[in-house]
C-alpha cells in the first residue's frame, strides 16, 4: 500500500533576489509621472515588473541591468509551495479506504526561515533586496510507497518557508516527509493567478516605499 497526501489550496510563488536601486527608481519615476497617487504608483510597479516586460527591458538596460522576467530574476531564492494557513484541505489516504481529512492547523512542521537578515550581506549599497511573487488555486499529491500499519501523525512533518522579515506571513509547504522518509511530489495542478506586492528592503535592512524613490 501507499501513503497518499493531498492538498487543496492557494499556492504561492515566491521569488527573493537583489535589483539595482537605480533600476526601481526608474521604474517608480515613470509610474509617478501618470499619476503620484500611492495606489496607483504601486499597481504600475506591479504591472511593470510582472507583466510589461518589453518596458523592463528598456528601464533595466538604461540602468545597465539585463531584466529576464521576475522569475528569472531569482538571486538568492526560488520556492512554490501551498500556504499552510490559506484555507488549506489536506486529505490523507492509506489504501484502507475513503480520503481521511488531516489537521493542517495543528500538524507539526519544520521551518526554514527566509532571512532578510542573512541577506543584506550579500547585496551592495547600489542594491535592493526584492520579494516577489504569485498566487495559485491548485492541488498537490505526495505519495509514500510501501507504507503499511496505522498513519502516527506526530510522525507526518510539513516543511514549510517562512518569509516573516520580509512582512510575508504565509508559511509555504515545500515537501512532507513519514518517519524521517520524504514523499514524493506526485502531481501537482494549479489555476488562475494574481501577484504579490512587491517588498523592497535597502543595504540596512529598512522597507522601502515610493517616496524613498523620489530622491534617487
Same mark, same amino acid.
Request: glycine content about 8%; hydrophobic content about 40%.
Given at each position: 500500500?501507499?501513503?497518499?497526501?493531498?492538498?487543496?489550496?492557494?499556492?504561492?510563488?515566491?521569488?527573493?533576489?537583489?535589483?539595482?536601486?537605480?533600476?526601481?527608481?526608474?521604474?517608480?519615476?515613470?509610474?509617478?509621472?501618470?499619476?503620484?497617487?500611492?495606489?496607483?504608483?504601486?499597481?504600475?510597479?506591479?504591472?511593470?515588473?510582472?507583466?510589461?516586460?518589453?518596458?523592463?527591458?528598456?528601464?533595466?538596460?538604461?540602468?545597465?541591468?539585463?531584466?529576464?522576467?521576475?522569475?528569472?530574476?531569482?538571486?538568492?531564492?526560488?520556492?512554490?509551495?501551498?500556504?499552510?494557513?490559506?484555507?488549506?484541505?489536506?486529505?490523507?489516504?492509506?489504501?484502507?479506504?475513503?480520503?481521511?481529512?488531516?489537521?493542517?492547523?495543528?500538524?507539526?512542521?519544520?521551518?526554514?526561515?527566509?532571512?532578510?537578515?542573512?541577506?543584506?550581506?550579500?547585496?551592495?549599497?547600489?542594491?535592493?533586496?526584492?520579494?516577489?511573487?504569485?498566487?495559485?488555486?491548485?492541488?498537490?499529491?505526495?505519495?509514500?510507497?510501501?507504507?503499511?500499519?496505522?498513519?502516527?501523525?506526530?510522525?507526518?512533518?510539513?516543511?514549510?518557508?517562512?518569509? @516573516?522579515?520580509?512582512?510575508?506571513?504565509?508559511?509555504?509547504?515545500?515537501?512532507?516527509?513519514?518517519?524521517?522518509?520524504?514523499?514524493?511530489?506526485?502531481?501537482?495542478?494549479?489555476?488562475?493567478?494574481?501577484?504579490?506586492?512587491?517588498?523592497?528592503?535597502?543595504?540596512?535592512? @529598512?522597507?522601502?516605499?515610493? @517616496?524613498?524613490?523620489?530622491?534617487?
Amino acid at each position: 500500500m501507499a501513503l497518499t497526501v493531498t492538498l487543496t489550496g492557494l499556492m504561492d510563488e515566491v521569488v527573493v533576489t537583489a535589483l539595482p536601486k537605480s533600476f526601481i527608481s526608474r521604474i517608480f519615476i515613470h509610474c509617478m509621472g501618470k499619476n503620484n497617487t500611492p495606489y496607483f504608483v504601486n499597481n504600475c510597479l506591479k504591472g511593470c515588473l510582472y507583466f510589461d516586460e518589453e518596458l523592463a527591458v528598456r528601464f533595466g538596460a538604461q540602468e545597465g541591468h539585463t531584466w529576464r522576467g521576475w522569475r528569472n530574476e531569482a538571486k538568492f531564492h526560488q520556492q512554490k509551495g501551498f500556504c499552510l494557513e490559506g484555507n488549506l484541505d489536506i486529505t490523507m489516504n492509506t489504501g484502507k479506504g475513503a480520503d481521511s481529512p488531516l489537521p493542517s492547523a495543528s500538524m507539526p512542521c519544520r521551518e526554514n526561515n527566509v532571512s532578510v537578515a542573512q541577506l543584506l550581506p550579500k547585496i551592495s549599497e547600489s542594491e535592493v533586496l526584492v520579494l516577489m511573487g504569485a498566487i495559485d488555486k491548485g492541488m498537490e499529491t505526495y505519495t509514500l510507497e510501501d507504507f503499511s500499519g496505522d498513519l502516527e501523525l506526530d510522525d507526518l512533518i510539513v516543511q514549510v518557508d517562512t518569509f @516573516e522579515e520580509f512582512g510575508l506571513r504565509d508559511r509555504l509547504v515545500t515537501g512532507l516527509e513519514y518517519e524521517g522518509l520524504a514523499l514524493a511530489r506526485t502531481s501537482r495542478d494549479v489555476a488562475g493567478k494574481s501577484m504579490l506586492e512587491p517588498v523592497l528592503i535597502d543595504s540596512r535592512g @529598512e522597507e522601502l516605499d515610493m @517616496e524613498d524613490f523620489r530622491e534617487w
